[in-house]
T-cell receptor
Framework: QKEVEQNSGPLSVPEGAIASLNCTYS??????FFWYRQYSGKSPELIMS??SNGDKEDGRFTAQLNKASQYVSLLIRDSQPSDSATYLC??????????WGAGTKLIIKP | DARVTQTPRDKVTEMGQEVTMRCQPI?????VFWYRQTMMQGLELLAY????????DSGMPKDRFSAEMPDATLATLKIQPSEPRDSAVYFC??????????????FGPGTRLTVL
């Protein structure tokens, strides 16, 4: 079992709809959780970080964390074609090293 | 707009040659990470430094890879000798770690390495 698991996709979502990306992790002691977006041929860029159970909203993005169930999700509202990218989930296992998921490829269809 | 910079952006070399990649972290950041990304393996941590001291290089093939931070504004990753299986995109990332909740990493543009 990988430490951080994501569905590789592709996840295809119509423009304007909500895109839901999920990530599960194995280490119950994990404290910090991140979503990065990576466009093809580019470097990962931070979308959201979340540290406490519950929801955290930033514009069209909402991160949700459930430590009891060991999952973190990212919702993208009013999806735009420019949101088409690979979304990487990363988890800090306590020593400031991030463990990365393989990423979910998201395609927003106009 | 503070950014991590990396040079070169692209490198094509022949098997057996030495390759040196450079990274300038964001000014004031105290932690630097080197990653390798391939389609098959995704993002792999190779090494990281805190206040210029190496903290973990367990992800790096020791016989051919070496990572250093000669000063706070420069991190280097060297491969000698290079092999075709080293072909990948190498990312440098930096962060300012000050305690809990300060572990965000900011990535440079990457060096695309092709070893023929």
């Amino acid at each position: 079992q990988k430490e951080v698991e994501q569905n590789s996709g592709p996840l295809s979502v119509p423009e304007g709809a909500i895109a839901s990306l999920n990530c599960t992790y194995s280490d119950r002691g994990s404290q910090s959780f991140f979503w990065y977006r990576q466009y093809s041929g580019k470097s990962p860029e931070l979308i959201m970080s979340i540290y406490s159970n519950g929801d955290k909203e930033d514009g069209r993005f909402t991160a949700q964390l459930n430590k009891a169930s060991q999952y973190v999700s990212l919702l993208i509202r009013d999806s735009q074609p420019s949101d088409s990218a690979t979304y990487l989930c990363a988890v800090n296992r306590g020593n400031y090293q991030l463990i990365w998921g393989a990423g979910t490829k998201l395609i927003i269809k106009p | 707009d503070a950014r991590v910079t990396q040079t070169p952006r692209d490198k094509v070399t022949e098997m057996g040659q030495e390759v040196t990649m450079r990274c300038q972290p964001i000014l004031g950041h105290n932690t630097v990470f080197w990653y390798r990304q391939t389609m098959m393996q995704g993002l792999e941590l190779l090494a990281y430094f805190r206040n210029r001291a190496p903290l973990d290089d367990s992800g790096m093939p020791k016989d051919r890879f070496s990572a250093e931070m000669p000063d706070a504004t420069l991190a280097t990753l060297k491969i000698q000798p290079s092999e075709p299986r080293d072909s990948a995109v190498y990312f440098c990332a930096s962060g300012l770690v000050r305690g809990e909740g300060t572990d965000t990493q900011y990535f440079g543009p990457g060096t695309r390495l092709t070893v023929l």
